[in-house]
């Protein structure tokens, strides 16, 4: 997972809280993405940004936003967390072009109780 | 709209023996198409893809897949396992008009000594 940072690892909540979620690369990639990880589903869009300043929703955006911050920093926010965000929150970059591949950071678990 | 198919949540093969992990797609025009894998806290790795030319494409740690056009499959192979193998295996597809990544709902592989 070299080149893609995220903060923090672990995060338990309270129903209700807000907290950010934040993504770094060093890697110079234009896209940035943010996945949920969900047992037997694989990995769900939730935002992307195709490059500084452009934000798009993806499958399951209800509940979060996104900022991009620059050209390395991607970060997700819960506003008013719920137990069905429970989850593994996953960054990737690249994956811009059609044939472009996508590298993953190391994830965070949240907990919402 | 795209899709991916794992058909089976668990394989289960024996060190030394040859493993194959199965993935359909379905997508308009040409299809993209990516296996990763994810070992227990971590985030995903990518193996290999395929994009175009040969439809036997070569990858990381002795992995191998198979494009099929005609029955719009992508299985993963691997002539010999490992015990060190055994984790969760993704594919994904995403279109020639570069639409996000699809993931499918993953494979767990266990490879038994």
């Known amino acids: 997972n070299a080149g893609v940072t995220q903060t923090p690892k672990f995060q338990v909540l309270k129903t209700g809280q807000s907290m950010t979620l934040q993504c770094a690369q060093d890697?110079?990639?234009?896209?940035m993405y943010w996945y949920r990880q969900d047992p037997g589903m694989g990995l769900r869009l939730i935002y992307y940004s195709a490059s500084e300043g452009t934000t798009d929703k993806g499958e399951v955006p209800n509940g979060y936003n996104v900022s991009r911050l620059n050209k390395r920093e991607f970060s997700l926010r819960l506003e008013s967390a719920a137990p069905s965000q429970t989850s593994v929150y996953f960054c990737?970059?690249?994956?811009?072009?059609?044939?472009?591949?996508?590298?993953f950071g190391p994830g965070t678990r949240l907990l919402v109780l | 709209a795209q899709s991916v198919a794992q058909p089976e949540d668990q394989v289960n093969v024996a060190e030394g023996n040859p493993l194959t992990v199965k993935c359909t797609y379905s997508?308009?025009?040409?299809?993209?198409l990516f296996w990763y894998v994810q070992y227990p806290n971590r985030g995903l790795q990518f193996l290999l893809k395929?994009?175009?030319?040969?439809?036997l494409v070569k990858g990381s740690y002795g992995f191998e897949a198979e494009f099929n056009k005609s029955q719009t499959s992508f299985h993963l192979k691997k002539p010999s396992a490992l015990v060190s193998d055994s984790a969760l295996y993704f594919c994904a597809v995403r279109g020639y008009y570069g639409q996000n990544f699809v993931f499918g709902p993953g494979t767990r592989l266990s490879v038994l000594p």
């Open positions: 890697m110079n990639h234009n896209s």
């Open positions: 997508v308009s025009g040409n299809p993209y």
């Open positions: 990737a970059i690249g994956g811009g072009g059609a044939t472009e591949t996508q590298y």
């Open positions: 395929y994009i175009t030319g040969d439809n």
